[in-house]
């Protein structure tokens, strides 16, 4: 369970990090994939963040995160400028590909394929 201090960080960064992927984005993985940050988690002790996101636009999704991998350095220190006033310290970032997305649209399909079979079946 996460406390009320670790869900304020996380969603503070999740902002920050988000309006820097907008600004940045297109220099580390190309114009033509969109990435979103759909949520950070923090551990207890506020040092490491467990940064998910979302990847589309590409079948290779685990590539994103390693250009994020590549370019964390650069990426903690803009994210330092940005959240500097408001955190002593800026966490360690950990990226994590969140595929809700994708799982909702293989159930989907299959909820359809079923759905058309019992419609047949019913013929």
Request: aromatic content about 6%; charged content about 35%; glycine content about 6%.
């Amino acid at each position: 369970m996460e406390s009320i201090r670790q869900k304020q960080i996380g969603e503070l960064l999740r902002r920050y990090f988000g309006m820097l992927l907008t600004e940045e984005g297109s220099n580390i993985y190309g114009r033509d994939k969109l990435v979103t940050v759909t949520v950070v988690r923090m551990t207890p002790d506020l040092l490491v963040a467990k940064i998910y996101v979302s990847v589309y636009g590409t079948e290779n999704k685990q590539e994103v995160i390693l250009e994020l991998e590549d370019n964390l350095p650069r990426l903690r220190q803009a994210l330092a400028s940005k959240v500097g006033k408001q955190m002593r310290r800026v966490p360690e970032l950990e990226f994590y590909l969140d595929d809700t997305i994708d799982e909702m649209y293989r159930v989907d399909a299959l909820l359809s394929r079923v759905n058309e079979e019992d419609k047949n079946l019913g013929k």
